[in-house]
């Protein structure tokens, strides 16, 4: 099994920059990917930035140049991957998401992490 844990939320001004960071650990092996996600009051979870284990990243338009997702870092028992928020903007605000996605045949699964909170204010 995997384990997910964000860390690193809180308030942020406008124009800010903040740092997430998610620690997933257990089974995690092969060809898999490390996300994060975020959901809004009343709007559906959108991908914000992943990076796959061959280091492939992807964002979402509305983070580009903004956001950046380090690589990932493995530990002993850990892999960490850091979501770098810049030039905050009031739409970043949400609950914010790890996930690690097993692509490894057969069909994999996804964990969640239980979401941090990003407030944006002045």
């Known amino acids: 099994q995997v384990q997910v844990v964000e860390s690193g939320g809180g308030l942020v001004h406008p124009g800010g920059s903040l740092t997430l960071s998610c620690a997933a650990s257990?089974?995690?092996?092969?060809?898999?990917?490390i996300g994060w996600y975020r959901q809004a009051p009343g709007s559906q979870r959108e991908l914000v930035a992943q990076?796959?284990?061959?280091?492939?990243?992807?964002?979402?338009d509305s983070v580009k140049g903004r956001f950046t997702i380090s690589r990932i870092f493995r530990t002993d028992d850990k892999y960490l991957v850091d979501l770098q928020m810049g030039s905050v903007k009031d739409d970043d605000a949400a609950i914010y998401y790890c996930?690690?996605?097993?692509?490894?045949?057969?069909?994999?699964?996804?964990?969640w992490g239980k979401g941090i909170q990003v407030t944006v204010s002045s």
């Open positions: 257990g089974s995690i092996f092969g060809i898999y990917v």
């Open positions: 996930m690690h996605r097993d692509l490894n045949p057969p069909p994999g699964r996804d964990t």
């Open positions: 990076i796959s284990s061959g280091e492939v990243r992807r964002y979402a």
